[in-house]
């Protein structure tokens, strides 16, 4: 039995789930996986049902570390941080620590029109609509320039191969997003499609995906561009 379990969604469509899980992969941080299928997202679902008594806000991903609970992907992020700190899960400069952290919480406020309007989704190929999407919605184009920039801002400042030169939180909160872009077949600079092929090669970005692949599962609410998975 391990000290530390992760509640998670769908692996092919959580991507808040994915980054805490995909960090703790990637550092050998043991915990027990607790996947709880979206089976809806009203008061009466399984999957609200199994989250009450657990967190008041009723999302995933939830830390517990023997029963205490930590929810929201950013306090998970930095409670690990804490937990294990000679694992540097963040980088070890200041500067580029709160560098770091301040990519992280852009994130984690911002991109709205790119999340809304590509929502991760692992299994799919979905470049027709990604084409659709950039000639119909600007904030899009907006949101995937600022990516762009910052992560090739990161990229040439640290030398790669990540974000912040080893794999950090940073790239771990930043995975799913890789995954929105290659989806939906958003054009990136050469810099940037490379650390893509880099992020999807790591450890744990490589061990969700299988998990995403092996489920099987449709969920229509997760699906707006399809009606069945192909």
């Not at 530390?4 to 769908?10: A, D, R, Y």
């Not at 049902?49 to 657990?54: H, I």
């Not at 570390?65 to 992020?77: M, R």
Request: glycine share 6%.
């Amino acid at each position: 039995m391990y000290s530390l379990q992760l509640l998670i969604g769908n692996k092919n469509y959580s991507s808040w789930s994915m980054r805490p899980w995909v960090l703790m992969r990637h550092f050998d941080i043991r915990f027990e996986e607790v996947m709880l299928r979206f089976d809806g997202f009203d008061e009466h679902s399984m999957f609200k049902q199994r989250l009450k008594g657990v967190t008041p806000v009723g999302k995933v991903p939830v830390l517990l570390d023997k029963g205490f609970a930590i929810w929201d992907t950013l306090a998970i992020a930095e409670y690990l941080a804490e937990r294990f700190p000679s694992l540097s899960l963040w980088p070890q400069d200041v500067q580029e620590r709160a560098r770091a952290r301040s990519l992280c919480a852009e994130m984690h406020s911002g991109f709205g029109a790119l999340r809304n309007h590509c929502p991760m989704n692992i299994e799919a190929s979905l470049p027709h609509i990604g084409q659709k999407v950039l000639a119909e919605q600007p904030a899009v184009h907006t949101d995937l320039a600022r990516i762009t920039t910052m992560w090739s801002e990161a990229l040439n400042a640290s030398g790669g191969p990540f974000l912040f030169g080893s794999f950090s939180i940073a790239d771990a909160y930043f995975s799913p997003v890789t995954f929105r872009i290659t989806t939906y077949g958003l054009p990136v600079p050469p810099l940037v499609q490379a650390y893509i092929e880099r992020v999807h090669a790591s450890k744990g970005v490589k061990d969700w995906v299988a998990g995403a692949m092996a489920e099987h599962d449709f969920v229509a609410v997760d699906e707006p561009y399809r009606s069945q998975r192909e």
